[in-house]
C-alpha cells in the first residue's frame, strides 16, 4: 500500500511539474478560443445589425426619391455612403442618388455618387452600370476623353454591347467616324448574341451606323 502511495505521488508530481511547464500555454490556447468564438458570433451580430440599419436608410432614401424630395435623398445618401460603405443598400442608394441629381439638374453631384459606386461597389454589375452612366454624364459634359476612360475597363456581358454603343455615340460627338463605325458594328455583333427583346434598341443602333455612311 505504501509503495503504492509512493507510485502515486510520482505521479502527482510528474503532472504538477508538467502542468507548471505547459499549463500557462494550454489556458491561453482556451482563452484564445473562447475569444475567437465570442469575436465569430460578435461580428456576425455586428454585420447582420448593420445591414438592418442600412436597409432602413435605403428605405428612407427611396421614399425620398418617389417624392422627388431632392434634400432628403441627399441626406440618406450621405449617411448611406458615410456609415454603411460596403454593404449593398449604400451601393445602390448611390445609383439611386445619382439618378435624382440628374433630376435635379445637378450633374456634378450625380457624378460624385457613380464615381464612389465605381471605387467602392462590391459587385462588378453595379460598378460597370456606374461606369455607363458617369461616361453619360460625361458625354453630355462634352468630356469626351474622360468618357471613354469610364468606358476603357471590360464590362459585364450583360452591359458590354451598351458599352461599345456609347463609345460610338462618343466617338461621334468627337468626329471619329472611323472609330464611331466600329463601335457599332461591335455592338450589334453584341446584340445579335442576346436573347430576344432587344430588336428595338438594335433597330436604334442600326440607324446611327448608317448614318455614318459607307466607310
Not at 476612360?149 to 454603343?165: C, G, N, Q, T, Y
Amino acid at each position: 500500500m505504501a509503495a503504492f502511495d509512493l507510485q502515486e505521488q510520482e505521479q502527482l508530481d510528474e503532472l504538477k511539474d508538467w502542468w507548471r511547464k505547459y499549463g500557462n500555454l494550454i489556458t491561453g490556447g482556451v482563452v484564445l478560443l473562447a475569444v475567437a468564438v465570442v469575436g465569430t458570433a460578435g461580428w456576425r451580430w455586428y454585420q447582420a445589425s448593420r445591414a438592418t440599419q442600412a436597409s432602413a436608410v435605403y428605405g428612407a432614401l427611396v421614399q425620398a426619391s418617389n417624392a422627388k424630395d431632392v434634400a432628403k435623398v441627399r441626406q440618406a445618401a450621405g449617411e448611406l455612403l458615410a456609415g454603411y460603405d460596403g454593404t449593398l443598400h449604400a451601393d445602390l442608394g448611390a445609383l439611386l442618388a445619382s439618378k435624382a441629381e440628374v433630376d435635379a439638374n445637378d450633374p456634378k453631384a450625380a457624378r460624385t455618387k457613380l464615381e464612389w459606386v465605381v471605387a467602392h461597389a462590391a459587385e462588378p454589375a453595379l460598378r460597370d452600370l456606374a461606369r455607363l452612366r458617369l461616361a453619360g454624364l460625361l458625354l453630355d459634359e462634352k468630356a469626351y476623353d474622360d468618357a471613354l476612360k469610364a468606358l476603357e475597363a471590360a464590362p459585364s456581358d450583360a452591359l458590354a454591347a451598351r458599352f461599345a454603343d456609347l463609345r460610338g455615340d462618343i466617338h461621334v460627338a468627337k468626329g471619329s467616324v472611323a472609330d464611331a463605325r466600329t463601335a457599332y458594328k461591335q455592338a450589334l455583333d453584341l446584340l445579335g448574341k442576346e436573347e430576344q427583346g432587344v430588336a428595338q434598341y438594335k433597330s436604334f443602333v442600326e440607324l446611327k451606323l448608317e448614318a455614318l455612311g459607307e466607310a
